[in-house]
C-alpha cells in the first residue's frame, strides 16, 4: 500500500527575524510535522525560508526539550532539579512572589522577557501580569532602540517604500545587515531585481559576509563609522550636482546647511575615517547619485555601536539627498514598525500601566541584580524573577555580572521555557513551554507588511504549557484576575485585537492567512510629507527631545548632549587604545538565532565552534596562528577561543560570530563578559557590536 501523501497547513514563523516569514507546514501521516517551507502564496515570503527553520522538526521534537516542572534541590547553578506537578511549582512560585511583595514591596519583583516568540499574544501577555500586580517595568533595550531613533529622527515615521519594490529597482544598498544570515528575503527581492532588471548590488559591512559575497560592490570599513561614509557620500552628491535640488527645498528641513557642513567631509576625510579608499566612495557615490532608483535597506547592525544612532541617520539622510524616495524602487526603508496600529490593551492590561513605577532596562540586568543603584533608580533590589521567552545568561551584555546576579541565593527566579538554557539553569522554579506550531498566535513582519496568523497545529507533548497559561495562572493564585484579559482564551485575544484594530475578525484571518497593511505608494514613499510636524526630512534631528519609538523613560540617556547637530561621524565608539588594539564586533551565526537553535545538532555542526576571525597580519603582530587558543579580554572579563584567519575585514578588527552558550567555552565565559551595557545616546541600547579587546595566545 502506497503511504498517505502529507499534508499541508500554514503557519508564520514566530522568531525574532524581520522576515517573519509564512510557512508551509507538512503534516505527516502520522500526526508529526514534516518540513517547513516558505509560502509561495505570500508576496514577501515568495517561497522562500531558511535551512533553520524548514528543519524546525529536530527542534520539536528534540529529546533535550523541557517536558516537566522542576524545583531546584541543588545550589544555585549546580543544576541539580527535581520534577514536580504544574500545580505544585505555581502554587510554590506565587507563595515565593506573595512573600516577596509583602517583605519587599511590589516593585522587588521584575517579569523580565524579551522576543523568543514575537507573538503578540504569547509574549505580551507578561505585560498584563506585570501590570495587574504593579511589578517593575522593563525597558526594553537589546536590540532596536539606536535603529529606530536614528531613522525616526530624519523621517518621523517607523516606515518606508514597501520592501517587495526592491525586485523593481535599479539598485539596492544593503547596508548594516547581513540579509544572507539574518533575514534571507531581502536576497529573494534583491536577486530578482538583478537578474530582470540588472540591478547592481551594494553591501556594506565591516567583514566580507556571505551577503556581501553575493554583492556588486562591497564596502568593507572599520565599525562605528558608518556615518563618515554616508557624509563622504552626500559630499560627492552635492559637490557633483548629483543632488536633486529641488527635492531637497521641498521636503528637507535645511540643505543648504548640510551642503556648507559637508564641505570638508570629502572623501579623502572619510577614507581616513571608514579605512576605504578613496576611490572606493567615489564610485559608489557616483552610482547612488546617478541610479535614481536605489533602494536603501538599512539594517540594524550598524546601529549596534555607542554612535549607533547618529550612524543610522546619516545613511538614511542620503536618501534625502538624492530624491530616490520620490519613485517606484526607490528610497530608504528601515522598519515597518508605525504601519500596523494594533490595540493590545487586551492582551496588556494597558489601562492598569502606572507609568510612575520604574522600568528597568533588559541590558543592565547584570548591574541590577548585582544593586547597583543607579540601574534600580535609587528603588528595591530585586527579589524575584519570572523570566519567559529570553535567555539573558547568553546574549544580555556585561556577563559576568549577569552570572553573579543570577547566581544570588536570595533571587527567586522562575524561568518558563523549551529547554535547559544557561538562564533555566539558574532558576528556583523551571517550567515548561510549549513551541510555535503548538498554541494560536499573531504576529507581524517588521521587515515586510504583513499581520499574519500562526495557529495551532499539533498537540504539545504532556507537560509544556503555553504563555498565557502561566500568566493566567499566576494571576489567579496571587488574586489579581480582575482585568478581563485574563479570562479569555488566545483565540478571543487575537479576535479582539483585530477588531479593535479594524482588521477585520479571527475567522476572516483563518481564511485569508494573513492581511496586506502596506500603505499606499504616497504614504510609503512620503509623497505629501515626512512623519514631522513640518513635513520635512530632519537633517538636524533634536535628539534630545526626537519622537523615538523606543523612549519610555522619557528623557534622553547617555551623552546625548554630545551628539552631532547634523550628520557626522561622532567619536563616541569604544576606540581602540594600546591596551586594547581590537574592536570586536559580535555578528550573528547563519544557523543561530541569538541563542536559539545552539541546542540543534545541526546548527551546532554548522558553526562549528566559538572563533575569533582577523587578519593573518594582525595575528602575526601577537604570535598567534591559525587554529590557535586564544584568549580575548577587556576590563569586563577575558574569554578563551579559538583564531581563525579571515582576510576580508579592516586590520584591527575581529569578528566572532554567534552567541554560543558560555560552557561552549574553554573557559565557559561566552562572548557577552566582553560587551558593554551603558545605554547608548539617546534613548538607550547596548552597543553589541563596539567592543576593544586585547588578545593573545594561551
Ligand atoms: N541567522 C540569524 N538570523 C537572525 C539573528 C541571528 O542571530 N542569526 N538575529 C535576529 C535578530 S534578533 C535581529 S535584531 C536581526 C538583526 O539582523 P541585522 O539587521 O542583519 O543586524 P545584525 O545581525 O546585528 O548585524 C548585521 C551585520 O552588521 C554588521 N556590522 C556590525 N557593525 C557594523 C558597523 O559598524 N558598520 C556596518 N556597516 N556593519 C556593521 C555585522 O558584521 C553583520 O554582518 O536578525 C535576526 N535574524
Ligand atoms: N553578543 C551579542 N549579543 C546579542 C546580540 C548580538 O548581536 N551579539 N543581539 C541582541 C539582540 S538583537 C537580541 S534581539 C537579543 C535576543 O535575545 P533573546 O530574546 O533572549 O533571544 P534568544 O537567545 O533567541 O532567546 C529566546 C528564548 O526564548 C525561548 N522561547 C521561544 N519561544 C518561546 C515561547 O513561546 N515561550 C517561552 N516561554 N519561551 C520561548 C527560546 O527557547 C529561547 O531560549 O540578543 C542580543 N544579544
Ligand atoms: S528567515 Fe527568519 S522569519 Fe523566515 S523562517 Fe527563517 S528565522 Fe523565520
Ligand atoms: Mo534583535
Given at each position: ?120 499574544v504569547?509574549?505580551?501577555s507578561?505585560?498584563r ?215 493590545k490593551s487586551r492582551i496588556e492590561a ?90 494560536d ?27 498565557i497559561f502561566?500568566v493566567n495562572?499566576?494571576a ?5 484576575t480582575?482585568h478581563p484579559g485574563f479570562h479569555m482564551t488566545s483565540h478571543e485575544h487575537i479576535d479582539w485585537m483585530?477588531q479593535h ?5 479571527l ?192
Open positions: 500500500m502506497n503511504k498517505p501523501l502529507p499534508t499541508t497547513t500554514f503557519s508564520a514563523c514566530p522568531h525574532d527575524c524581520p522576515s517573519t516569514c509564512a510557512l508551509d507546514v507538512e503534516l505527516l501521516s502520522d500526526g508529526k510535522i514534516g518540513r517547513l517551507r516558505g509560502s509561495s502564496l505570500n508576496s514577501y515570503t515568495a517561497g522562500v525560508i531558511c535551512a533553520k527553520v524548514a528543519r524546525y522538526s529536530e527542534r520539536l521534537y528534540h529529546p533535550d526539550r523541557l517536558l516537566k516542572p522542576m524545583r531546584r534541590i541543588g545550589l544555585k547553578g549546580e543544576v541539580r532539579f527535581e520534577e514536580i506537578s504544574w500545580d505544585a511549582a505555581l502554587d510554590l512560585v506565587a507563595e515565593n512572589f506573595l512573600q516577596v511583595e509583602r517583605e519587599h514591596g511590589a516593585q522587588s519583583i521584575w517579569p523580565y522577557h524579551y522576543a523568543g516568540t514575537m507573538g503578540m504569547q509574549r505580551d507578561i505585560h501580569f506585570r501590570h495587574s500586580k504593579g511589578y517593575s517595568l522593563q525597558f526594553d533595550s537589546f536590540c532596536t532602540n539606536m535603529a529606530w531613533t536614528g531613522y525616526v529622527a530624519g523621517t518621523g515615521k517607523l516606515a518606508g517604500p514597501d520592501p517587495r519594490e526592491m525586485a523593481v529597482s535599479d539598485q539596492i544598498v544593503i547596508w548594516g545587515t547581513n540579509p544572507v544570515a539574518t533575514q534571507v528575503n531581502v536576497m529573494t527581492h534583491a536577486i530578482a531585481a538583478r537578474k530582470k532588471r540588472g540591478a547592481k548590488i551594494i553591501v556594506v559591512d565591516v567583514y566580507r559576509t556571505q551577503t556581501m559575497k553575493q554583492a556588486d560592490i562591497g564596502l568593507v570599513l572599520r565599525p562605528g563609522t558608518d556615518a563618515a561614509l554616508a557624509c563622504a557620500i552626500m559630499h560627492v552628491l552635492f559637490r557633483d550636482n548629483l543632488a536633486d535640488r529641488d527635492y531637497l527645498e521641498k521636503y528637507t528641513d535645511c540643505p543648504a546647511e548640510l551642503e556648507a557642513h559637508l564641505q570638508t567631509r570629502t572623501p579623502e576625510w572619510a577614507a581616513k575615517i571608514t579605512g576605504l579608499d578613496v576611490s572606493q566612495i567615489e564610485e559608489v557615490a557616483k552610482l547612488i547619485g546617478v541610479v535614481k532608483k536605489t533602494y536603501f535597506r538599512l539594517g540594524y547592525g550598524f546601529t549596534r555601536s555607542r554612535n549607533g544612532a547618529v550612524g543610522m541617520h546619516a545613511a538614511a539622510s542620503i536618501g534625502a539627498v538624492t530624491g530616490c524616495w520620490q519613485y517606484e524602487g526607490g528610497g530608504v526603508f528601515h522598519n515597518n514598525g508605525a504601519i500596523y496600529d494594533l490595540d494597558s489601562d492598569l500601566k502606572d507609568p510612575t513605577i520604574r522600568a528597568l532596562d533588559q541590558s543592565l540586568v547584570g548591574r541590577i541584580l548585582t544593586g547597583d543603584k543607579d540601574a534600580l533608580f535609587g528603588g528595591p533590589e530585586v527579589k524575584a524573577m519570572l523570566v519567559q521567552n529570553t535567555n539573558p545568561m547568553s546574549v544580555a551584555p556585561e556577563q559576568e555580572l549577569v552570572r553573579q546576579g543570577f547566581a544570588r541565593e536570595d533571587l527567586f527566579t522562575v524561568v518558563h521555557e523549551q529547554f535547559m538554557t544557561e538562564t533555566a539553569q539558574m532558576a528556583d522554579v523551571v517550567l515548561p513551554a510549549t513551541q510555535f506550531l503548538e498554541h498566535d499573531v504576529y507581524k513582519g517588521g521587515g515586510h507588511q504583513h499581520l499574519m496568523l500562526g495557529p495551532k497545529i499539533v498537540d504539545p507533548p504532556e507537560g509544556p504549557k503555553e504563555n502561566v495562572e499566576l489567579k493564585r496571587l488574586g489579581a480582575d483585530l484594530s479594524g482588521y477585520g475578525t475567522e476572516e484571518l483563518e481564511s485569508g492567512r494573513w492581511i496586506d497593511l502596506q500603505p499606499d505608494f504616497d504614504t510609503s514613499h512620503f509623497i505629501k510629507g515626512f512623519g514631522h510636524a513640518d513635513g520635512k526630512f530632519h537633517f538636524k534631528p533634536d535628539w534630545g527631545r526626537s519622537n523615538a519609538p523606543n523612549k519610555p523613560l522619557g528623557s534622553p540617556m547617555g551623552p546625548w548632549n554630545a551628539m552631532p547637530e547634523l550628520p557626522d561621524q561622532w567619536d563616541a565608539i569604544e576606540a581602540a587604545d594600546s591596551e586594547h588594539p581590537f574592536r570586536l564586533v559580535t555578528a550573528p551565526a547563519r544557523s543561530f538565532l541569538n541563542s536559539t537553535f545552539n541546542e540543534t545538532d545541526s546548527g551546532k555542526k554548522k558553526e562549528k565552534q566559538p572563533e575569533i576571525w582577523l587578519r593573518s597580519e594582525d595575528a602575526a603582530r601577537f604570535g598567534i596562528g591559525d587554529g590557535d587558543q586564544v584568549k580575548m579580554g577587556n576590563a569586563r572579563g577575558v574569554v578563551t577561543l579559538h583564531a581563525r584567519f579571515y582576510e576580508d575585514l579592516t586590520p584591527g578588527t575581529v569578528i566572532s560570530e554567534g552567541i554560543w552558550p558560555n560552557e561552549a567555552f574553554t573557559d565557559g565565559k561566552g562572548i557577552n563578559t566582553l560587551t558593554g551595557a551603558d545605554p547608548v545616546a539617546p534613548y538607550g541600547g547596548a552597543a553589541f557590536h563596539d567592543t576593544a579587546v586585547w588578545l593573545k595566545r594561551g
